[in-house]
């Protein structure tokens, strides 16, 4: 397996700003992928974001396995002490629940601060997460405006913005960030495969060949049946498979690799969790 590391000098930057803008907000918000709610969670939350109250989304649940999701959301729940949503960024019914369990969690802190004698204000709510897991288009949604910009790879939030969503709550988006050390490269490989990791720093043929090899373990008949081959699922039989061929006659495997991650990616492979809970 070809190593994957990817922290460039704007994740570095990130970073700092987040540990340094974590002591002035009162509650935290977690973006996972749901697809991978343990690759995409930090290693070392705590040192990140010390002992603030804290929400766990697991974002695009609408392209994760529901059951999967079920069981992640009870373990996080237990894990780490603290509320667990399953969300998806195009769900409305997911948002009120969020800004009903932010302004929660923030209110100790408002009334803590009125006893000192001093005005209430907004609570400050960070949102974090690994790059591309939808912190934008979550705080899009909850102002109901494109105030953020999104899109979908790695590294689009290059700045920290605060957004207020009413006169309740404000909240700072940040751009993902990504521990400096991929020590687990199975989880490197398997933030790529969500395009947590800017595409510049892994080549697509092996990231795919690694997908194939990660599904099977998970949906063993998943491939085979979605690409109807009757041979082993490699990215060649499915070229040849599609009729993709370059100069030569030989399978244009550069072309599928690209193919495979996005069918992925998308949802046409269907909804599919790669962190998989016994
Ligand atoms: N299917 C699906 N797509 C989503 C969801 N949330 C976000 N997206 C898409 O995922 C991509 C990334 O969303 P962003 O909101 O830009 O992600 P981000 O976490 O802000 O990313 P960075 O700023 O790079 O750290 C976009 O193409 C979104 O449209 C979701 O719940 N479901
Ligand atoms: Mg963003």
Redesign the pocket.
Same mark, same amino acid.
């Given at each position: 397996m070809e190593h994957i590391h990817w922290y460039p000098g704007h994740i570095a930057k990130a970073e700092k700003k987040l540990k340094e803008q974590v002591n002035i907000v009162d509650v935290v918000i977690e973006?996972l992928d749901a697809r991978i709610p343990d690759s995409s969670a930090y290693p070392d939350i705590k040192k990140l974001l010390r002992d603030k109250p804290r929400l766990i989304l697991l974002?695009?649940?609408?392209?994760a396995d529901n059951e999967q999701t079920a069981k992640w959301t009870k373990l996080i729940k237990e894990k780490n002490n603290c509320f667990v949503l399953p969300?998806?960024?195009?769900d409305n019914k997911d948002l009120s629940k969020i800004l009903n369990k932010v302004t929660e969690l923030g209110q100790p802190k408002i009334i803590a601060l009125v006893k000192k004698g001093l005005l209430p204000r907004a609570v400050r709510v960070m949102v974090v997460?690994m790059?591309?897991? /939808?912190?934008?288009?979550?705080i899009n949604k909850l102002i109901k405006k494109s105030k953020?910009?999104?899109?979908?790879?790695?590294?689009?939030?290059r700045e920290q913005q605060w957004v207020r969503i009413n006169p309740k709550i404000d909240l700072l988006?940040t751009?993902?960030i990504i521990p400096l050390k991929q020590e687990d490269q199975k989880k490197a490989y398997k933030l790529a495969f969500v395009d947590s990791i800017g595409e510049n720093a892994y080549d697509v043929e092996a990231v795919a060949a690694e997908f194939l090899n990660t599904i099977k373990e998970v949906y063993p008949d998943l491939i085979k049946t979605y690409y109807k081959l009757d041979e082993e699922e490699t990215i060649e039989n499915i070229a040849l498979k599609r009729n993709w061929i370059v100069q030569g006659g030989k399978p244009d495997t550069k072309r599928c690799a690209q193919n495979i991650l996005n069918d992925f990616r998308t /949802?046409r492979l269907g909804k599919l969790t790669l962190d998989k809970y016994e």
């Open positions: 973006v974002n695009k649940s609408d392209l969300t998806s960024a195009g997460g790059p591309n897991v /939808g912190k934008s288009s979550i953020t910009k999104t899109g979908a790879k790695a590294g689009v939030t988006d751009p993902g /949802g």
